[in-house]
């Protein structure tokens, strides 16, 4: 069955905040959705209860995804959220549980987002490891309950929900890795002229995609910039220091292997970025927060090293946006889902993607360079420790930025193989993401999440 790509390029690169895009964005924005079916229905509850159920529930805590619901149901949204506000929530609200609601006000108390044990549901029956229930409560009166499922890169459904379609039908339609081959090949363009083609098709006014893309980019260079400014440890009590900043420092005076440079430069911002994640600081997702430093650190590093013209840059994003959308429909991008190999793993067939597309690969090319990169990622499980996506989760993107370049090379320099196509690897990632054992897909039950020596 031919399953069409309704992703849109923005909603790959979607401004947010830190830590995590499944268990930080996507409860804020779950929440907000739930607030507005209460405010359109007239309903004005006494309280707000929430449960946190899966993964959500296992690692929340570290991911701060009760301060993201409630966060939500103030109707903050993740791109624009004051982040001081967002981080004290939790006292605001102990002080002063009122929150505005419609015409009116309802209480949500720091408590009121109840982080449910397994031995509390049947995990199995949940309709997505990632999976949260509202109710609006008056006395013992359920007046609304809603189940959201969070599914990865700040995605959130409702079960049984259809995915919205885009505004039309696109311009050059295509449902894979082969079909948006086949499409770019006709155009005698890149991937990124086919998304950008149909993205530009769907605007409401002209130059709307072109701007978004715009600050896109410019949140990346802002957030790697931060993250070069900053030291200390990050919060958390795992004890990981910020490393950006010396590793850069490193570069700049020469200690790195000439050879070496532009990948540990890239691999700076991508510390950069990870670190200001895991602080919960603003962050794009790319495809998802945990795995947010790969894309931006290996095209910041290209495009200021060769003076990229922001139309090559706005085409580069959107070809490796183009690899994210085609995993999301026939895999997915959440760990919680199909393990690391859905994030990293993507993020990194995107960067390698874009960075063959920058260095003058053909379509074929740039389609081998991400098979290669993400057939090189199958089977990498999620297991961050403490459930802060910190270790290994920040070293793991400067190691996506390593692999980025090798597959990236590997296409535009041997002999092109079609043993296995990225559409075969993308299936066969979500086959091994089935079969993976719940303890390493985002439970912080095991792998490395286990491994601490006892002290
Ligand atoms: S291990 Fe990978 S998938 Fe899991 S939280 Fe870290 S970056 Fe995300």
Not at 8 to 32: D, K, N, Q, Y
Not at 262 to 283: D, L, P, S, T
Request: net charge negative; charged share 20%.
């Amino acid at each position: 069955m031919t399953v069409p790509i309704t992703v849109r390029l923005l909603e790959i690169f979607r401004i947010g905040l830190g830590p995590s895009s499944s268990h930080t964005v996507g409860p804020m924005r779950a929440a907000a959705f739930f607030r507005e079916a209460c405010v359109a229905r007239g309903i004005l509850p006494e309280r707000v209860e929430v449960d946190l159920l899966g993964s959500l529930s296992a690692t929340g805590h570290g991911h701060l995804t009760d301060r993201a619901v409630l966060a939500g149901l103030h109707s903050w949204h993740p791109e624009t959220v004051d982040l001081d506000s967002f981080h004290g929530i939790l006292d605001t609200l102990a002080k002063d549980p009122r929150v505005s609601w419609g015409n009116g006000f309802t209480t949500v108390k720091p408590d009121a987002v109840r982080f449910l044990r397994y031995a509390e549901y049947r995990h199995e029956e949940l309709p997505h490891p990632n999976t949260l229930r509202f109710r609006a409560m008056r006395g013992k009166d359920v007046l609304l309950e809603e189940t959201w499922c969070s599914v990865g890169g700040g995605f959130v459904q409702r079960p049984g929900d259809p995915v919205p379609p885009p505004p039309g039908a696109p311009l050059h339609p295509f449902h894979d890795g082969r079909t948006l081959v086949a499409r770019a090949t006709e155009l005698k363009g890149t991937l990124g002229d086919v998304i950008l083609a149909n993205e530009q098709n769907w605007e409401t006014r002209t130059g709307e995609i072109a701007e978004g893309i715009d600050r896109v980019w410019a949140a990346f260079q802002a957030c790697i910039s931060r993250g070069l400014e900053r030291k200390g440890d990050l919060p958390g009590g795992l004890g990981v220091k910020r490393r950006a900043a010396e590793l850069l420092a490193r570069v700049e005076s020469g200690k790195v292997e000439r050879v070496y440079s532009h990948i540990a430069r890239a691999q700076a911002y991508a510390f950069a970025i990870n670190e200001e994640n895991a602080a919960g600081g603003r962050v794009v997702t790319a495809p998802t927060n945990g795995a947010a430093g790969i894309v931006p650190a290996v095209l910041v590093e290209f495009a200021e090293r060769t003076m990229l013209h922001p139309d090559v840059i706005r085409n580069a994003l959107a070809t490796a946006g183009a690899i994210g959308m085609i995993v999301k429909t026939h895999a997915s991008i959440s760990g919680a889902e199909v393990g690391c190999q859905g994030e990293v793993g993507t993020a990194t067939a995107m960067a390698a993607a874009a960075l063959c597309q920058l260095m003058g690969g053909d379509v074929k090319q740039v389609e081998v360079a991400a098979e290669i990169a993400m057939e090189h990622n199958l089977g990498l499980t999620c297991d961050p420790i403490k459930g802060l996506v910190q270790a290994p989760c920040i070293e793991r993107n400067a190691m996506g930025v390593a692999k980025a370049w090798s597959a990236a090379q590997l296409s535009l320099h041997s002999v092109l193989s079609n043993v296995v196509s990225l559409d075969r690897v993308i299936a066969v990632m979500k086959r091994t993401g089935e079969d993976m054992r719940r303890e390493y897909k985002e439970t912080s039950e095991g792998g490395l999440a286990v491994s601490l020596p006892e002290c």
